[in-house]
């Protein structure tokens, strides 16, 4: 039953982050700013936490659940920020997978911050992901080059990256510090907090910004998005609870073949054979990183 329950929660969080992706993407194309979609989802998904905060029972909250989740606002929003800025122009079949890097990530904070040194399957798993991302990258018109870096969607989806596999560490420590639900709402609170600094210094005028809410699609794509976030970041914590934060993250990556098969369905994006094989090789190689730890 246990391993049930955490299988589900695994699914429902390949799901929903893919989906959340193919809405993000679609309403930073026709009516906000990425950043502005950022803040709203943050904000809505706050207003839902008020009646949850009221009718739970209340715990004592140490100073690590305050730091850390200070933290992981301020990393949630750029790692969201970022993202949603990448997803804007950026093909979702091609950002999706190199989500995969975020198992090298990981073990790059081992080496350097925990003195924790990969073994032979760990360093293979990186290779393969490396691997795997030349057939994925390679569909780009700047193929697999140092020029593909000029590339500003893949210049935010990297540092997106690289501030979601940081937040992933804190959020973990926050459940530790707390429960999963508080976790939950300490992600939306600090997280709306830190997403409307970050879209005041990127110039975002929000009266202007919300008169896109006239359009007939917009609140829908917006509370597609807030529901499809709020499962994601939920089951995210479910698991965390529950499992060491770099197998999950490895778990996680299944979601690269929903994003390539989504690219293609939805958004009608090319080259979904060779896609779909780089991204399996991604895939091989974050299970490896599983086996290492």
Excluded at 9 to 35: D, G, H
Excluded at 149 to 176: G, H, M, T, W
Aim: proline share 2%.
């Amino acid at each position: 039953m246990y391993l049930f329950v955490l299988s589900i929660a695994v699914i429902i969080r390949i799901f929903s982050n893919s989906l959340a992706n193919v809405f993000q993407k679609k309403l930073a194309m026709r009516v906000f700013s990425p950043f502005c979609v950022n803040a709203l989802t943050y904000f809505v998904l706050s207003a839902v936490c008020i009646p949850l905060i009221l009718f739970s029972g209340s715990i004592e909250l140490s100073q690590s659940f305050w730091t850390n989740s200070l933290i992981v606002g301020i990393l949630g929003a750029l790692g969201n920020g970022f993202l949603i800025k990448a997803l804007e122009k950026g093909e979702l079949s091609v950002l999706g997978p190199i989500n995969a890097y975020k198992a090298v990530v990981g073990l790059v904070f081992g080496v350097f911050l925990l003195k924790e040194l990969p073994n032979i399957a760990a360093v293979s798993g990186m290779v393969l992901i490396i691997a795997g991302s030349y057939f994925v990258l390679d569909t780009l018109e700047e193929k697999f080059s140092f020029s593909l870096l000029k590339n500003k969607q893949i210049q935010y989806r990297f540092l997106a990256l690289l501030f979601s596999a940081a937040e992933a560490v804190f959020i973990k420590k926050v459940i530790l510090a707390s429960s999963v639900l508080y976790a939950f709402v300490s992600w939306c609170f600090f997280g709306a907090l830190f997403s409307l600094v970050l879209a005041k210094i990127s110039g975002i005028h929000f009266s202007k910004e919300l008169s896109g809410l006239k359009m007939p699609y917009a609140i829908r794509y917006l509370l597609c998005i807030v529901i499809c976030a709020g499962l994601m970041q939920y089951a995210t914590n479910f698991v965390f609870e529950r499992m060491n934060v770099a197998y999950a993250l490895s778990l996680f990556q299944l979601s690269s073949i929903v994003s390539v098969l989504f690219g293609f369905g939805i958004f009608k994006e090319k080259d979904i054979r060779k896609k779909l094989l780089g991204t399996s090789i991604m895939i091989l190689g974050a299970v490896l990183i599983i086996l290492y730890n």
